[in-house]
């Protein structure tokens, strides 16, 4: 008991001690601007822009699906732009992401943008010599 409230005490008074006051200000979302599935491996790699606020670490990848982010993986990078999510199931229907901001005090950015890939699939009616192709709606980014 006496170590966890050390720890809680370090947790919460350290950023005072630090810099004078608690940083309770999320720093800006990253804009998501691309998701791409390669079909050869069903890999997905999402790219976004840096966040410009100046204390930023890193940033947490999330698959977004039921209008809330299900995190897959933090990256403890403030220049990453991109992501590679492997065992995805693009390549069977289409995947939602979205990205978050993650500053010096743990404080997380709203989420960004949501960007999907787009599933498609292929019929083939040989009996009528045609080929019916069909794909996941997508919604326009940016919006118009």
């Known amino acids: ?13 350290l950023p005072i001690r630090l810099y004078g ?8 979302p990253p804009v998501l601007q691309l998701v791409s599935v390669d079909q050869a491996t069903g890999n997905v ?33 403030p220049a990453a732009t991109n992501y590679l999510r492997t065992n995805s199931g693009s390549v069977y229907y289409s995947e939602s992401f979205v990205v978050a901001a993650l500053d010096t005090a743990g404080n997380i950015s709203p989420l960004s943008n949501m960007l999907s890939t787009v599933y498609a699939s292929v019929l083939i009616d040989t009996c009528n010599k045609r080929v019916e192709v069909s794909w996941s709606s997508y919604s326009l980014y940016p919006e118009k």
Do not use: K, R
């Not at 006051?21 to 800006?28: G, R, Y």
């Open 45 to 77: 790699e999402i790219t976004w822009s840096v966040s410009p606020s100046p204390d930023v670490t890193g940033y947490v990848v999330y698959l977004y699906f039921n209008n809330e982010g299900h995190e897959l993986d933090t990256i403890y990078n």
């Open 1 to 13: 008991m006496h170590i966890s409230y050390i720890a809680l005490f370090l947790i919460l008074l």
């Open 21 to 28: 006051q608690v940083d309770l200000d999320p720093p800006v």
